[in-house]
């Protein structure tokens, strides 16, 4: 509503209410009280004054309207005046230099109340646009007061409003679950008091260098209402409230468990590091993303040359197939353990190695690559080499030491056989000592009849003593 009556019928800011065609209609009743006044001023005045009334509807007009139907006002009450009151009357012309003056000093009057009138409508238009400006501005701030206490009020950081000195003077909600205080407690504490007693002296160095920056950021112990403590990341600043007073903002994180974090993973990386195994990151599509020294000590790659480039880098042409089928068992959530495969270095010597793949996830629990360790079995397996050498060996020794083969010269009497060194050795050593056999004594039946001949008992029918 207010704004309607601050427009005209186009609806323009700044414009007086009775622009447009409301406005025309005021100016020609104004015309018409003029020129009935005039009239009926006629008998007694008759060609004096012919311009007073018009003038008058003029200052009526200008007031309540102004603009186009001020000028229409003046035109019509010069052409209406001069018409019926200036002689000679039902002409334009005017011939009495009284008459003339009076026009002159009219349109005089008429373009000063038609400037004064644009004038006013400028600095009412002006007026109207630095108060809608304001308005808006008003809103705006409003808006942005209401954003920033939902924003301090659901921020997940504890922020708290302090003077130079270090009292609280506000505290969000986030601020009083971290310390386990009501706002209340926390500004008759002040910020000391949520500080380890070790900490001033550094919370005091990082306002003095406030002092010549911005903003500053540091991590300092922190201690809640139950004596428990925990590492906050604080960054403060400093500026001029309304008063003109100096003011403290300072948001703090609890970093404790990012802290652990940081020093769980720095103690794994100095175990990825010194350990002798290489242990390469990849992703799912065999990209290195991580080498570590061990890796280096192996294959011959600096992490510099290594990282970016294709696994293929290792991977011998003969054992190509190897690692995609790797990638889509990993890809698929498996973990590949102790397989045997062969890498070649960076001077061209194959390295057999045993690996062992992992899938490696984000936070989200996708599977985003594979960590692999490959552990050089050269030694194992040239133990292998020489033990499966030996076992040979040993087989192929005891077949010819436990087998009889080719010519062996027997004495034709005593029936000895000489051995390689040239010694004659009964029968029985020489087969024992080159064969699993072992000898028993008895006597034939032939030479037991023919040595020991009457001894035989003849019912025991020429068998074996």
Not at 24 to 47: E, I, K, Q, T
Not at 143 to 171: M, N, Q
Request: glycine residues 8%.
């Amino acid at each position: 509503m207010k704004n309607d009556q601050l427009c005209g019928s186009s609806g323009a800011p700044g414009t007086p209410r009775m622009e447009g065609i409301r406005g025309y209609l005021l100016a020609v009743l104004c015309l018409a009280l003029a020129f009935g006044s005039r009239w009926m001023l006629d008998p007694l005045w008759g060609d004096r004054a012919p311009y007073v009334c018009f003038v008058l509807a003029e200052l009526i007009v200008m007031r309540v309207v102004g603009g186009g139907p001020l000028a229409f006002t003046a035109v019509a009450g010069f052409l209406l005046a001069d018409w019926f009151f200036v002689e000679p009357r039902h002409s334009l012309l005017i011939t009495s230099p009284v008459d003339q003056v009076s026009a002159v000093v009219y349109l005089i009057i008429s373009a000063v109340l038609l400037f004064i009138s644009l004038r006013e409508r400028r600095l009412l238009a002006r007026e109207r646009v630095a108060q809608e400006e304001l308005r808006r501005n008003t809103e705006e701030l409003r808006e942005s007061e209401a954003r920033y206490s939902a924003l301090v009020a659901h921020c997940k950081d504890a922020i708290l409003l302090t003077d130079p000195a270090g009292a609280i003077l506000t505290a969000n909600p986030e601020a009083c679950r971290m310390f386990g205080r009501s706002e209340e407690e926390l500004r008759l504490n002040g910020w000391t008091a949520l500080l380890e007693p070790t900490e001033p002296s550094r919370v005091k160095a990082a306002a003095l260098k406030r002092q010549q920056e911005s903003e500053v950021q540091s991590e300092v112990t922190l201690v809640r209402k139950d004596g428990s403590k925990f590492i906050g990341e604080v960054s403060s600043g400093q500026f001029i409230d309304r008063a003109g007073l100096p003011r403290n903002s300072s948001s703090i994180r609890d970093i404790t468990a990012r802290k652990r974090a940081e020093a769980e993973l720095a103690r794994l990386a100095a175990i990825v590091e010194s350990s002798d195994d290489a242990i390469i990151g990849k992703d799912l599509e065999g990209a290195i993303t991580s080498w570590n020294a061990g890796a280096e000590r192996l294959y011959g790659y600096t992490a510099a040359e290594a990282i970016g480039r294709s696994i293929d880098l290792l991977t011998p042409q003969e054992v190509s197939d190897d690692l995609p089928a790797l990638l889509v068992r990993v890809g698929r959530g498996e973990r590949v353990s102790h397989f045997e495969t062969v890498r070649r270095a960076r001077d061209g010597r194959l390295v057999p190695v045993s690996l062992s793949i992992s899938p490696v996830r984000n936070a989200d629990g996708t599977i985003v690559g594979a960590s692999s360790i490959a552990r050089d079995i050269s030694e194992r397996k040239q133990a292998e080499q020489e033990r499966e050498r030996l076992v040979q060996e040993l087989q192929t020794a005891l077949v010819n030491v436990k087998t009889l083969r080719g010519l062996l010269p027997i004495c034709a009497t005593c029936k000895k056989i000489r051995d390689d060194k040239g010694y004659w050795n009964q029968i029985e050593f020489y087969i024992r000592e080159h064969s699993s056999a072992d000898f028993t004594h008895g006597i034939c039946p032939e030479c037991a009849q023919r040595f020991y001949g009457d001894l035989i008992d003849p019912k025991n029918g020429g068998k074996d003593i």
